[in-house]
């Protein structure tokens, strides 16, 4: 909603100069639809794990101001096309945490907007951030206040907003393919338009940032289109389309601010492309994290079996992290809320690393077993990075 007190306002447009108002029965129908709807997610869509819910057919009593009213509802299910799919996952009814659901919820922030803080830091220092033009500058402005707001309203109108300024702002694409496109092909559709902005608004100074991209506060919002470009290319099952735009994210940012190569990983680990899957874990050899040392220790086993070098790289992964095997031998479930944010070393990272690879480790024989065994005895780490918590990359589904 708009607001809290916020409440839609039901109207008919027959052409642009004519708007009819709703009868009294079109409101009680509208007033008993909106109702309807918790009622139906709550006891009725059951999901099938395949990216629909189960067909029903019911008829529901909802209590309205003008007393009940009996609504007749059919969902007639049938498996949803991967393009006409929601974009982002949906957490209703069966899938939510009683637990988590009752805890107080975190203050919303929206990390981009710390950007502005730091665009003004930059310009009080003299500090010339590229040459963008003043349209897309005054475009980004709006962004900005998008990015601060906690209102889904408010972040949209100013998105579009942003784009009547100028169509060379990124990250208004980019929100609006988080927030307000309502399937796969028309999130995918928006962030291909985002990172054409984001070519059009670097310029001539593309080719001067590559390998130092994100670095410049100016090129961050073309990445995040293409991050986001890559995802719903991966959701439509285009793999390799969607590795060719991570493989270019890690050549202009090989730093990999934005947690690419641990979507890179997993995806070659699920296209059993283990001798690309050494060559990542190579180029980033000093990282440290539970993706990195478990899938060392799972590729190591699935090469040549439990040898010496496969037993102290799981002894490494043991080490740094050792809430991992609850986990990937399913001792513990996996919750249905996973952690936004995951601390090296802490069981949030262990979770967070089952969510992604649990099927690798199931798929590859007489890992399970291996791991049991060898997490029977735990040395100390080799190395262990300083206690840090960072945001979880999510890897699309």
């Known amino acids: 909603m708009a607001g809290d007190q916020a409440y839609p306002f039901v109207v008919t447009f027959k052409r642009p100069n004519q708007v009819l108002r709703p009868t009294r029965q079109d409101l009680l129908w509208f007033d008993a639809a909106l109702r309807a709807i918790p009622i139906l997610v709550r006891e009725y869509m059951k999901s099938d794990g395949r990216g629909d819910y189960f067909a029903f057919d019911a008829r529901v009593t909802v209590p309205t101001h003008s007393g009940e009213i009996q609504m007749a509802v059919k969902y007639p299910a049938g498996e949803i096309p991967l393009a006409e799919q929601p974009p982002h996952d949906l957490r209703w009814g069966e899938f939510g945490d009683e637990e988590e659901d009752a805890a107080d919820p975190m203050p919303f922030f929206d990390r981009r907007s710390m950007e502005a803080v730091m665009r003004g830091k930059l310009r009080e220092m003299g500090a010339a951030e590229g040459t963008r033009d003043a349209d897309v500058e005054r475009a980004q402005e709006l962004m900005d206040r998008a990015f601060a707001s906690d209102n889904p309203a408010k972040r949209i109108t100013l998105a579009h ?199 690798h480790w199931r798929v590859t024989p007489g890992a399970g077993e291996w791991l049991v065994a060898q997490s029977q005895t735990r040395r100390k780490p080799a190395h262990r990075p300083s206690s840090r918590r960072r945001k979880r990359s999510r890897l699309p589904r």
């Open 161 to 359: 907003d942003a784009l009547v300024i100028s169509e060379n702002c990124a990250d208004a694409y980019v929100l609006l393919a988080e927030e307000e496109a309502d399937t796969v092909s028309r999130a995918l559709e928006l962030y291909q338009q985002g990172v054409a902005a984001g070519e059009r608004a670097l310029g001539d100074q593309f080719e001067e940032y590559v390998g130092h991209f994100w670095g410049v506060l100016e090129t961050r919002p073309y990445m995040r289109a293409r991050l986001g470009l890559a995802n719903m290319l991966n959701r439509m099952n285009r793999r390799d389309e969607a590795l060719a735009h991570y493989r270019e994210m890690l050549r202009l940012n090989p730093n990999d601010n934005q947690g690419i190569r641990d979507i890179i990983l997993e995806l070659l680990l699920q296209l059993q492309r283990d001798d690309e899957a050494r060559e990542l874990l190579t180029q980033y050899k000093d990282d440290w994290t539970a993706v990195w040392l478990y899938s060392r220790a799972l590729l190591l086993f699935r090469q040549k079996g439990a040898s010496a070098h496969a037993n102290k790289a799981l002894a490494d992964a043991l080490a740094e992290n050792p809430f991992a095997p609850d986990y990937l031998t399913e001792r513990k479930r996996i919750p249905n809320r996973l952690p936004e944010m995951v601390g090296w070393g802490e069981e949030s990272e262990a979770i967070a690393y089952a969510a992604d690879h649990l099927n």
